[in-house]
């Protein structure tokens, strides 16, 4: 089990509502269009950019906040890893002994989801769907708000 190793204090067993923040920043690949950000606030306030453009506002419920933070918790969200931009892959070699290799997935898209809960901070960065239950939260919060990313 990998743990935030950040500044960020434990994971509170109790918060208010308005102290909770999610939020999505895609980046696409170096020189390919197609940004955006996403901010659901437990006090209302929330909105997405797209490419930089103005902001535009949210209309999220409370209870839809809610069901979202318990999406976080039943994922296991908070245990795991922060990034997984290095693809790891094991081969055979001729004796027979395995080896393993490490490469570091550089300019490509990638998705740093986050939810904050009071002072305690955690995010992940989402690379090629994986890991898969943060991709899952990630198209579920684009559904709650009915974002369509190949034309938003």
């Known amino acids: 089990m990998t743990t935030n190793l950040s500044a960020s204090p434990e994971l509170p067993l109790q918060y208010s509502l308005k102290d909770v923040t999610i939020s999505i920043l895609h980046q696409p ?7 955006y950000q996403v901010v659901i606030e437990g006090d209302g306030n929330n909105f997405y950019i797209h490419n930089n453009e103005p902001k535009q506002t949210l209309s999220v419920e409370k209870k839809t906040v809610l069901e979202l933070v318990n999406d976080f918790y039943q994922s296991h969200f908070f245990e795991l890893a922060d990034t997984y931009t290095v693809k790891k892959q094991v081969f055979l070699k001729s004796d027979d002994s395995i080896t393993t290799m490490a490469e570091r997935l550089a300019d490509i898209a990638s998705t740093r989801l986050c939810i904050q809960l009071a002072a305690y901070q955690k995010c992940i960065t989402v690379v090629n769907g994986q890991p898969a239950s943060a991709a899952t939260l990630i198209s579920k919060i684009e559904r709650v708000i009915n974002f369509d990313v190949s034309n938003p």
């Open 29 to 35: 690949g170096q020189g390919i269009p197609k940004g």
